[in-house]
């Protein structure tokens, strides 16, 4: 985040505001995230953030089993658009009965 935010200045204050709320919670499922960040939205094995009034996309897989939040990208409105933070695969071969984000468990 620091990385991003030192090329867009505009974006520290959200990103910093962002990780004070969320290193405080301990999200099971991806409705409490939504409860947390209406904006927030499960794409793939993702949660994507807008940050920054729309402006900024985070993009985030949560283990939620683990309580542990991993940031992938944080990108710009038009980096987003692009699309190619779809092809990062963390996460995508979770662990049998590992909770996804839709809060279903897998098999």
Known sequence: MRE??????NAQ???????S??????WEKFSEVRATYRAADAVNQFVV???????FRLIAF???QRAKLFVRSVLTHKGYDK????NDEFGQQ????RKLSNGKRTS
Do not use: M, S, T
């Not at 709320?21 to 301990?26: A, L, W």
């Not at 979770?94 to 009965?97: D, E």
């Open 4 to 9: 991003f935010w030192e090329q867009h200045a």
């Open 83 to 86: 699309g190619a933070w779809k």
């Open 49 to 55: 953030f807008d940050v920054g009034g729309n402006k």
């Open 13 to 19: 204050a959200p990103l910093e505001e962002w990780y």
């Open 94 to 97: 979770p662990r049998p009965g």
């Open 62 to 64: 949560i283990d939620y």
């Open 21 to 26: 709320v969320v290193r405080k919670v301990k």
